[in-house]
Each structure stands twice: as structure tokens, then as C-alpha cells.
């Protein structure tokens, strides 16, 4: 196609039909975007975008070095960590952060220093201070983060990074702030913030399962007041 570029909407309506028409077969590779894009009408930078909202939506999937395919990714390809979080609600995090975080806190009761539960000391102290639900996601945001580094595994860091970047996607902001408006801004910060110094004991005083449960107590408090309640 030749001519003025579209806009995206129209580039991911013109990939769309391409794809019916050529009527590709599962795992068939697509023509490379300098090829791409002067077919559907737009620029390389404006296909890269229509091809994430296809990705996003299992109609192809991206391999670096590789091309771009037809069809949801194999089962031995993983899915790149941006997929996932896009496609994430807040109820699956809430779900994957209450089997993970339980026994991270575990392990950072057997390996923080003394320097490390001060730190924690001060994210909760802050957490229970916040008069809005940035302020509060902040705090609580590093709170977690710290307990995930004393456990020094980088994996396990990883991992909280891509959760948390979840607070950044607008689903999880107008929930968030919905829950927050709901339970009285005060009263949930401090409520929480109870709970952040709960866990904080719990690693001082060098005691796994005590601060297993307690943030599994934590995490499931935010689950009901977020996703239960918000019927």
C-alpha cells in the first residue's frame, strides 16, 4: 500500500485482515517489518505498536533475532514478562504475590541485618503515614522490594520487579484507589501500616513462620478489601 501513513487503529484493522488473507498456518513466520510496514501503511515505529496489541492479544508472538510468528507462542517459549503483566488482573497478582511473598518473608527472617530491619522500619512507618494511594503505593511498593533483596537471590528480586510493575498499569490504579477511597484513606494506611510492622517483628526477631503468616495475613487483608468488596 502506498500513500499517506494510517493512524495505529487503522495499521491493526489492515494487519488483521492481512493475516486472514493470507490465510497463514499455526507458527508461520510474517514478513519482516521493513516488508511489513510499507504493506499495511505505516511506519516501522507504528507497526511495532500494532504488532504488541496483536501479541497481546495470542494472534502472533515475537522472538528476538528470530521474526515475528502466526498464532500463540509454543509451549517451551516463554512469555515475555511485559505480556504478562498487561495481561494480568489485580486478582491473579494478588494470587501469585500470596504464593510468593509468604516464604520470601520467611527467608529474609533467617538473613536480615540489623541495617536492613531499620529500613523496613521506615518503609512501614511511611506506608502508615500516606494520605493518598500514591503516596501509600510508594511506600509499600519499597517495602516489599526490601524484603525481597535480603534474600540476595536476584530471581527472586526479578520476580517482585515484574509484580510490582503491575502498580503502574491503570487496572491496578483505579482499583487500588477505589479500595483505598472505600476503607477511609487514614484508616487503610494505618491499618496496613500495623500490618507492615507486624511482619517487620517478625524478621527482627528471627522468626520464618512468623513472618510467613504474617504476610499472608497482610497480602490477604488487601485481597478482600480489593477485589471481594469491589462488587
Given amino acids: ?10 495499521a491493526i484493522q489492515r494487519l488483521r485482515a492481512h493475516l486472514r488473507r493470507r490465510a497463514y498456518g499455526p507458527q508461520d ?8 510496514a510499507p504493506m499495511i501503511g505505516c511506519s516501522r515505529e ?10 497481546k492479544e495470542g494472534l502472533i508472538w515475537r522472538h528476538v533475532g528470530q521474526g515475528t510468528f502466526v498464532g500463540p507462542p509454543p509451549a517451551s517459549e516463554p512469555v515475555r514478562p511485559s ?9 491473579d497478582v494478588l494470587a501469585a504475590r500470596l504464593l510468593i ?4 518473608a520467611g527467608e529474609a527472617a533467617l538473613r536480615a541485618t540489623a541495617e536492613d530491619i531499620g529500613h523496613l522500619r521506615g518503609h512501614a ?8 494511594w500514591q503516596a501509600y503505593e510508594q ?5 516489599h522490594k526490601g524484603i525481597a533483596r535480603i534474600t540476595g537471590n536476584p530471581l527472586v528480586i526479578a520476580f517482585l520487579n515484574v509484580l510490582s510493575s503491575v502498580r503502574g498499569r491503570a487496572r491496578w490504579q483505579r482499583q487500588h484507589d477505589l479500595a483505598f477511597r472505600r476503607a477511609r484513606k487514614k484508616e487503610y494506611a494505618a491499618q496496613q501500616g500495623r500490618m507492615h510492622l507486624a511482619i517487620v517483628e517478625a524478621i527482627a526477631a528471627r522468626d520464618p513462620a512468623a513472618a510467613r503468616q504474617a504476610m499472608f495475613d497482610h497480602l490477604s487483608t488487601i485481597r478482600t478489601i480489593m477485589i471481594h468488596k469491589s462488587d
Fill in 29 to 36: 513466520r510474517l514478513e519482516p517489518e521493513r516488508v511489513l
Fill in 83 to 91: 505480556i504478562l503483566v498487561e495481561m494480568a488482573s489485580p486478582a
Fill in 46 to 55: 507504528t507497526l511495532r505498536a500494532v504488532l504488541e496489541v496483536l501479541e
Fill in 1 to 10: 500500500m502506498s500513500g499517506t501513513r494510517v493512524t495505529k487503529e487503522a
Fill in 125 to 132: 512507618l511511611r506506608s502508615s503515614e500516606a494520605s493518598d
Fill in 139 to 143: 511506600s509499600d511498593d519499597a517495602f
Fill in 101 to 104: 511473598e509468604p516464604p520470601i
